[in-house]
Nanobody
Framework: QVQLVESGGGLVEAGGSLRLSCVAV????????MGWYRQAPGKQRELVAV???????TSADSVKGRFTISRDIVKKTVSVQRNGLKPGDTAVYYC??????????????WGKGTLVTVSS
């Protein structure tokens, strides 16, 4: 069993910055991919950015140039530094991890979500 613990949400003015972090807690697993999704009020959950075990990054066009994702393989953490925040970035941000068990079974986990509100 893997638990994802998120931190760093809150209220920020437009143009400001926030850093979200997530740590995967548990035993006997390795990270295959890890990243962030978000869900704005009345909208579907969407990709923000994810990073694979090989370091490949996939990110939404809407955040390119403003959001930077990074990871620590040993500590099993992923962070996203978000600059130039806009009111449209207001959403609940969810940490996501795809992991491999010791028997190489792929499993996915979600964090509980952290609210980010960007005021205009």
């Amino acid at each position: 069993q893997v638990q994802l613990v998120e931190s760093g949400g809150g209220l920020v003015e437009a143009g400001g910055s926030l850093r979200l972090s997530c740590v995967a807690v548990g035993s006997a697993f390795s990270i295959d991919r890890m990243g962030w999704y978000r869900q704005a009020p009345g909208k579907q959950r969407e990709l923000v950015a994810v990073i694979s075990s090989g370091g490949e990054i996939t990110s939404a066009d809407s955040v390119k140039g403003r959001f930077t994702i990074s990871r620590d393989i040993v500590k099993k953490t992923v962070s996203v530094q978000r600059n130039g925040l806009k009111p449209g970035d207001t959403a609940v941000y969810y940490c996501h991890a795809g992991v491999r068990t010791v028997t190489w079974v792929y499993m996915e986990y979600w964090g509980k979500g952290t609210l980010v509100t960007v005021s205009s």
